[in-house]
């Protein structure tokens, strides 16, 4: 006979989240990565401009380097000549200076001769046979040339702590000649998924057993989110191999588990979390993934997931993206929103905080939730809404926050 051992007591998911935010804090681990991997990852030490960049000042326009008071008053019809003295390509550097009524042909980017302080355009410039160049158009001192350090300058703070890298900072880093930073490490988390009847993909399917859906849905969100999976070998229901399984994966900093946290009788991971640590709670109010499980064992956070798809992919949106972000130091999640109109009646659990799965079809949010079984329910959504535990009825029109996968 089988014995159930059901969830007697829930707690809100407001309250749990409080709970997983208590035993959650920002990693210390540090290391070095090149620049051209360090998209996402978050800076540990400040990075200074040891030199001025642009190191030197250059043309910002193809055109003639001039000493701007030997153009005032051109026109078209009243030009000044000036006598060419030399060409400078970017990567040279001239070798002479301009002196008055000189001036030096010069490419986009390459370092400005001494003696000028400006850029003629070429496009109102005419180069004559005998070397003149006749200028149709003044400039003034300064125009059309980047000035030495114009974009940062030595000593500048290029990167703070606490900035997440992305292009343009890699970019700004790259300018300064730095292959590498020092970021925080990303949290490593040990997946385990439980279950005499899971099965990895590409392996032979058994009668009863199903394939492992969880420990690659897991893993996704995770790395989306500045962590590091580390999946483990599936874990049977049995306290020495639970237990075996769960002290490996204590080598992580956090530890995620999907399935034997339900109420049957040999969903034993309450029984071993319980015996190797402390169990925060057991159970939240909401659906699907009411049997979801939070402690710590020597002090490394413990997840326990819903062994349903749905219900665990969801609980991850609900439950551990925040912390986990928290964690590796990244900013808050700010999913994108849309506002739309519900385009069917939905029919929520009153006391439970419900995540529902929409797509959305011709402007309108329409359910896509079928079961916490089904992935379906999530891969062939847009998006998710979520229904308040005391709200018991959304209406058809009624307007709700599609938060967009």
């Not at 400078?88 to 070798?95: E, H, I, L, R």
């Not at 849309?338 to 009153?350: E, F, K, M, Y």
Request: glycine share 8%.
């Amino acid at each position: 006979m089988n014995r159930m051992r059901p969830i007697r007591e829930t707690i809100t998911l407001e309250a749990a989240r409080d709970l997983v935010d208590g035993a959650i804090r920002p990693i210390e681990r540090t290391e070095r990565v090149r620049i051209d991997t360090a998209s996402g990852r978050v800076v540990a030490r400040a990075v200074e401009a040891q030199t001025d960049v642009p190191p030197f000042a250059r043309a910002a326009m193809d055109g003639y380097a001039v000493r701007a008071a030997d153009t005032f008053g051109a026109s078209t019809h009243d030009p000044r000549a000036l006598t060419w003295v030399e060409t400078v390509f970017t990567g040279q550097v001239p070798g002479r200076p301009v002196g008055a009524h000189q001036c030096t042909e010069i490419a986009t980017g390459a370092p400005v001769p001494d003696g000028s302080d400006a850029v003629v355009m070429v496009e109102e410039t005419e180069k004559q046979p005998d070397h003149t160049v006749r200028v149709f158009s003044p400039v003034y001192p300064g125009q059309n040339v980047t000035r030495q350090g114009a974009d940062i300058r030595a000593g500048q703070a290029v990167l703070r702590p606490g900035d997440v890298l992305n292009p343009s900072r890699i970019g700004a880093v790259a300018a300064l000649g730095i292959i590498d930073v020092e970021v925080y490490a990303q949290p490593r988390v040990a997946i385990l998924s439980t279950g005499n009847e899971v099965v990895d993909p590409g392996q032979p399917l058994k009668p009863g057993h199903i394939y492992d859906i969880n420990k690659f849905t897991l893993s996704t969100v995770l790395r989306e989110h500045g962590a590091c999976p580390v999946p483990y070998p599936t874990a049977p229901d049995n306290v020495p191999d639970l237990t075996r399984a769960i002290e490996a994966c204590l080598a992580e900093d956090v530890i995620l588990f999907s399935g034997g946290s339900s109420v049957g009788e040999r969903d034993l991971i309450l029984d071993v979390v319980e015996r190797m640590g402390e169990v925060l709670f057991h159970g939240i109010a909401v659906k699907p993934g009411k049997p979801t499980l939070f402690g710590t064992i020597k002090g490394r956070p413990v997840f326990g997931m819903p062994g349903y798809p749905t219900s665990c992919l969801s609980n991850a949106y609900m439950l551990l993206i925040g912390p986990i972000r928290r964690l590796a130091r990244l900013p808050e999640w700010a999913p994108r929103i849309a506002r739309l109109p519900l385009g069917q009646r939905v029919v929520s659990t009153t006391g439970r905080h419900q995540f529902y799965t929409v797509r959305i079809v011709d402007g309108q949010a329409m359910p896509a939730f079928k079961a916490s079984g089904d992935i379906t329910s999530m891969s062939q959504a847009d998006g998710y809404i979520e229904i308040p535990a005391q709200v018991d009825v959304v209406e058809k029109g009624e307007p709700v926050d599609v938060k967009l996968f």
